[in-house]
């Protein structure tokens, strides 16, 4: 059975900084690419950020050089640093992994907010 257990997340002021952490389990971690998602309330979801199995990444516009994803295979758990964090970041975060066709699973979700 897969899980993606999520941690971090909550309420921090504009500037401010978090640190998110996905915890999988039920699966081959160290061959996956992972993503973190994100919704804001009345907005689609997006993608924020993804790393490959080999460590690559990619970046939303709107967060590139203020997040950073990363990795552990030894913990099988992919972080998110977040830093400059402004309001439009509020959103709840989900972490993401794709194994195949017609096969995805997502974490739970954890709520940022950011506001003053």
């Known amino acids: 059975q897969v899980q993606l257990v999520e941690s971090g997340g909550g309420l921090v002021q504009p500037g401010g900084s978090l640190r998110l952490s996905c915890a999988a389990s039920?699966?081959?971690?160290?061959?996956?690419?992972m993503e973190w998602y994100r919704q804001a309330p009345g907005k689609q979801r997006e993608l924020v950020a993804g790393?490959?199995?080999?460590?690559?990444?990619n970046y939303a516009d709107s967060v590139k050089g203020r997040f950073t994803i990363s990795r552990d295979n030894a913990k099988s758990t992919v972080y998110l640093e977040m830093n400059s964090l402004k309001p439009d970041d509020t959103a709840v975060y989900y972490c993401?992994?794709?194994?195949?066709?017609?096969?995805?699973?997502w974490g739970q979700g954890t709520q940022v907010t950011v506001s003053s």
């Open positions: 993401h992994v794709d194994i195949r066709w017609s096969l995805e699973f």
């Open positions: 790393i490959s199995s080999g460590g690559s990444t």
């Open positions: 039920g699966l081959a971690f160290s061959i996956y690419a």
